[in-house]
């Protein structure tokens, strides 16, 4: 089992800047390749961007290319979600996601969820 926790998400004014954080725990944090994926209400889940295992391979959502940045500490078990010119339809619950072996973007390939953090942008 893998359990992931959320953190970082809030309220902030369209332009802004947000630094998601998900702490991993339970199994060898560098086996896994991590993504995020974000809900809205009303609308499926998507998928946002993903890292490889090592770190050396992302990849992003064209809704979010150039704007947010994943990034990965193996020796602290973490992955970030760096989000600059936040925009109001970024507005959704933001969750981490973990699987075994190879980077995906597809959301049935994760095995592990967190609970979600809410990021809300205003116009």
């Known amino acids: 089992q893998v359990q992931l926790v959320e953190s970082g998400g809030g309220l902030v004014q369209a332009g802004g800047s947000l630094r998601l954080s998900c702490a991993a725990s339970g199994r060898t944090f560098s086996n896994y390749a991590m993504a995020w994926f974000r809900q809205a209400p009303g609308k499926v889940r998507e998928f946002v961007a993903a890292?490889?295992?090592?770190?050396?391979?992302?990849y992003y959502a064209d809704a979010v290319k150039g704007r947010f940045t994943i990034s990965r500490d193996n020796a602290k078990n973490t992955v970030h979600l760096r989000m600059n010119s936040l925009k109001p339809e970024d507005t959704a619950v933001y969750y981490c996601a973990a699987t075994y072996g190879v980077v995906t973007t597809r959301g049935y390939e994760y095995d592990y969820w967190g609970q979600g953090t809410q990021v809300t942008v205003s116009s």
């Open positions: 890292v490889s295992r090592t770190g050396g391979t992302t």
